[in-house]
């Protein structure tokens, strides 16, 4: 039998980004590979961009035969649909593919995380950054200036503090449910759809202005899938508009708090899901 | 039984529906899983278009919040019958090249499909269609005809939605003869669809231009059709122009499919498959 | 990690896995308890080669689940590397390589010197090491032209010696292969144990292979477990296996016209007849090829019947595993 080589009992090497540099390179060769597909991807680009249009459409509809609603005119739904768009638009670039645990299973991609040296979501998160999305956070960024432009706000350090504030945790309460949903794939076999009703739903929820919302939506989507705050709340404090029953504005403030209780639920839920797949289930 | 005593053709085709039933009766977890994510879509719509008809004083472009929550709640239970963004098994078929096996078969491929997939949208009305309508009846409160008419007309109506949404995702996957990723198209035809056939706001309430282009295509014939026949919306002869509008825009779709897939047939007979 | 290495590199005590099934419909379900793997003992020493073999289904694949930290043992205990598989799963990632035959785990898309460059930066190795272990383990493997292919478009052979490559680039301490050889064509299965077996002696790596293929085993390993059923079956050397088994070769002979079954062919009382196609027109024969050769067996089958055609069958899997277990009770 041969020695112990020497290579392997020498200390753990640097490389030049350190604890990054795995998924930095992960990322990177996702991205690389999405623009091989050139065509394909020009295509989604597009179709991503025809998806934020119609989602821009749609509001507008609505506005087109009712002058305000829920307390708010077109312009300020504008601001509203900019900043939860932007928000959810990024987030699911960055952590929309995370819900699809049952493929991921199938094709035997999550077994392989398993054999790497960093922790499985972290892999997972990195795995399949969706460059196509960007053509969507384009619309909204859109809608979010015009928003900004044609509303009559009180410009200041607070007021870029609290959009700042608000996309970033906007992406994070967003990219957080699609963990959420994630984690719940693992259990919910067949079932998986049900996890639409607060990704996509709270996406939806988001958009609108939830003073229209009845008490249970309201509790719902502004406290346990706390979405209310990645657009409705800031677009109240910005444009200082009263505000409804449960839904104070100055809870705007709060969005990072309710980020970290996405995040929280997310890791329990994580957690769980992962010890359920470990023990045989899936 | 029913079955037994069609003639030939007639009859596989009911035995193509019903596998298609059966098939997707099989799915029940996710019909379920569908329901549920439907029924929050339901209820956030509603609120939204409920304030609208309030904010406009009682009446929106002919909806009172009766006939507007009638609206989203049938909406939201057809969704699942006529999957506005699916996409058809057919595309698949013909990416992998297996569609050359249905040319070989005596039954005309664009029926065989469409008969499986009348099956499946049947069944999806039982864990589906049906419970949100009674959701938002009981929930939400709507209303809906009392007489017998609308609901016989209205079965033919979701007919002829169901098919008419089938056959414009059939022709669209066709291209797959042509074009080798048709992901892109495919998705296109989706949002389109979504949007014109009136599933996030009735038709009825486009501005005038958008109106128009929306009645240039068959999208509104898809769901807006059945939902305005069903719900009492339109009746007597207006309800009944209606679905000769939708069988018109079958038939138009029907014929254009025919086509591709004949073309796409000679196609595959030069490439060599 | 600086220190010795562990007295074991595989150590498994007890080891259990029953899985739940639940069959049936919404209203008259069922519940089944499978045990995959049952009360499993054994320990590897460090750069041993070892064989798993046994039929499909028989927990292989399983085993090696819990040795990764994939799946958690529903009792017992197992310790990989001297690590808990499941607690330390990411120390234990540095130290292991696993290369499943079905699956791959490469990236699809993107020319195969991306897999590695992107191994290389998961494990964190310096630029020059992964290099240098790069270019040798291609040219050991006889990867030079497939380097720029892109993974998908690789055949089958060529893939599955870019997954062990790939499984071997930062140097682990031991090397799992579950069913590497399936589907592959004749020339890469000669190749790669002789890879391996190379590779084992300059790095001294530790080898588990499952298979349910003789032949691999008879090319890489020394030491033989055979599972059945969840259960270990046989713990010893490839000789003794054969040994204890008795190495049954099968004769298949194609008679000119269809006869009596071969059986009680004087001087071979211990070949049994395995059965008849055709009326008698096939014949299979199973022979202990440590007493008796094909060729007295052929003779004494001509003195008896007119041989049209013959093809010889060597043991499988199946035939290896039911014997033992008939000789172990």
């Known amino acids: ?282 | ?273 | 990690m600086t220190g010795p290495p562990p007295p074991t590199a595989v150590e498994v005590t007890g080891l259990t896995r029953t899985f739940r099934r639940r069959t049936g419909t919404l209203l008259r379900r069922t519940v089944t308890d499978v045990v995959a793997v049952d009360d499993l003992t054994f320990a590897i020493r460090p750069g041993e080669a070892v064989g798993y073999i046994g039929a499909n289904g028989a927990g292989k694949s399983t085993t090696i689940k819990m040795l990764a930290g994939i799946l958690v043992p529903t009792s017992g205990r197992v310790r990989t590397c001297g690590l808990d598989p499941v607690r330390q799963r990411r120390d234990l990632a540095r130290r292991i390589g696993v290369v499943f035959g079905q699956r791959s785990q490469l990236w699809w898309d993107l020319p195969l010197h991306e897999s590695f460059a992107i191994l290389a930066a998961i494990h964190q190795l310096p630029a020059a090491e992964a290099r240098a272990r790069t270019t040798t383990l291609v040219a050991q493997l006889e990867m030079g032209d497939t380097l720029v292919t892109p993974v998908r478009q690789l055949s089958l052979g060529q893939r599955m010696r870019a997954e062990i490559a790939a499984a071997l680039l930062h140097r682990p301490e031991l090397l799992v292969l579950d069913e590497p050889t399936i589907g592959l064509d004749v020339l890469s299965k000669q190749r790669l144990p002789e890879f391996l077996v190379a590779e084992r002696t300059q790095e001294g790596t530790t080898l588990l292979l499952t298979t349910h293929d003789m032949g691999d085993v008879e090319r890489l390993c020394e030491r033989v477990l055979v599972v059945d059923h969840g259960r270990l079956a046989y713990d010893g050397s490839l000789p003794g296996l054969a040994r204890t088994v008795g190495a049954r070769r099968i004769l298949v002979v194609d008679l000119a016209q269809p006869g009596p079954d071969l059986v009680g062919l004087p001087g071979l009382p211990q070949v049994q007849h395995l059965g008849s196609e055709g009326g008698g027109l096939r014949q299979r024969l199973a022979f202990d090829a440590e007493t008796t050769t094909a060729a007295t067996l052929l003779a004494a089958v001509s003195a008896r019947a007119e041989v049209r055609d013959l093809s010889i069958e060597e043991p499988d899997i199946e035939d290896v595993v039911r014997r033992i277990y008939s000789a172990t009770r």
Request: proline letters at 5%; glycine letters at 10%.
């Open chain 2, 1 to 273: 039984m029913i079955v037994r005593t069609l003639p030939g053709e007639l009859k596989t085709l009911a035995l193509l529906a019903r596998a298609g039933f059966r098939r997707e009766s099989t799915y029940l977890m996710a019909m379920l899983a569908g329901l549920f994510t439907n029924v929050v879509f339901g209820f956030i719509r509603a609120s939204i278009l409920l304030a609208a008809v309030d904010s406009a004083g009682g009446q929106l472009v002919g909806y009172t919040r009766d006939t507007i929550s009638a609206y989203v709640w049938l909406s939201q239970g057809l969704i699942g019958a006529v999957m506005l963004t699916g996409t058809a098994e057919i595309g698949e078929r013909v990416a992998t090249g297996e569609v050359a096996v249905d040319f070989l078969r005596p039954l005309d491929v664009q029926a065989a499909h469409l008969a499986t997939d009348l099956g499946r949208a049947a069944f999806t009305l039982i864990p589906r269609g049906i419970p949100s309508v009674l959701v938002g009846a009981l929930t939400v409160g709507l209303v809906l005809p009392t007489t017998v008419q609308p609901y016989l007309l209205g079965i033919v109506s979701v007919l002829l939605g169901v098919s008419l949404s089938f056959l414009t995702r059939f022709a669209v996957n066709l291209a797959g003869f042509w074009i080798v990723e048709t992901r892109g198209v495919t998705s296109l035809l989706a949002v389109v669809q979504s949007f014109l056939s009136g599933l996030y706001v009735p038709v009825h309430r486009f501005p005038g231009w958008l109106g128009g282009i929306a009645a240039a295509t068959p999208f509104p014939s898809i769901l807006q059709a059945p939902i305005d026949v069903l719900s009492g919306r339109v009746t007597g002869p207006g309800a009944l122009l209606v679905v000769a509008v939708q069988l018109a825009w079958v038939a138009a779709v029907a014929v254009l499919g025919q086509v591709l897939i004949r073309a796409g047939r000679r196609r595959l007979e030069v490439q060599g498959g």
């Open chain 1, 1 to 282: 039998m041969a020695e112990t080589s020497p290579s392997r009992s020498r200390p753990r090497p640097r490389t030049r980004l350190g604890w990054a540099t795995p998924y930095v390179v992960v990322a990177q060769s996702r991205l690389r590979a999405q623009r091989t597909y050139r065509t394909s991807f020009v295509f989604d680009l597009f179709g991503s961009l025809v998806v934020g249009l119609a989602e821009l459409g749609e509001v507008w509809v609505v506005f087109h035969n009712v002058k305000v609603l829920g307390g708010l005119d077109f312009s300020a739904v504008l601001l509203l649909f900019g900043l939860s768009n932007l928000a959810f638009s990024l987030g699911d670039m960055v952590f929309g593919h995370i819900d699809n645990i049952p493929e991921y299973i199938r094709a035997g991609t999550l077994e392989a995380f398993y054999l790497r040296p960093q922790p499985v979501l972290a892999q997972l998160m990195v795995s399949d950054i969706q460059l196509r999305r960007l053509a969507r956070s384009g619309v909204a960024v859109a809608a979010l200036v015009a928003g900004l432009v044609v509303n009559d706000i009180h410009w200041g350090p607070s007021t870029i503090a609290l959009l700042l504030l608000t996309t970033l945790s906007g992406v994070a309460i967003f990219g957080g449910l699609f963990v959420w949903a994630g984690a719940l794939q693992f259990r919910l076999v067949g079932g998986g759809e049900v996890t639409n009703s607060f990704t996509y739903g709270g996406s939806y929820a988001s958009a609108q202005p939830a003073s229209v919302f009845p008490t249970a939506l309201k509790v719902t989507f502004g406290y346990l899938v706390p979405v209310v705050f990645t657009a409705y709340l800031p677009t109240l404090r910005l444009l200082d508009l009263p505000s409804p029953s449960l839904l104070p504005s100055w809870l705007a403030w709060l969005t990072p708090v309710a980020a970290l209780w996405v995040w929280g639920v997310a890791a329990l839920l994580w957690r769980d899901g992962t010890r359920h797949y470990q023990s045989g289930g899936g």
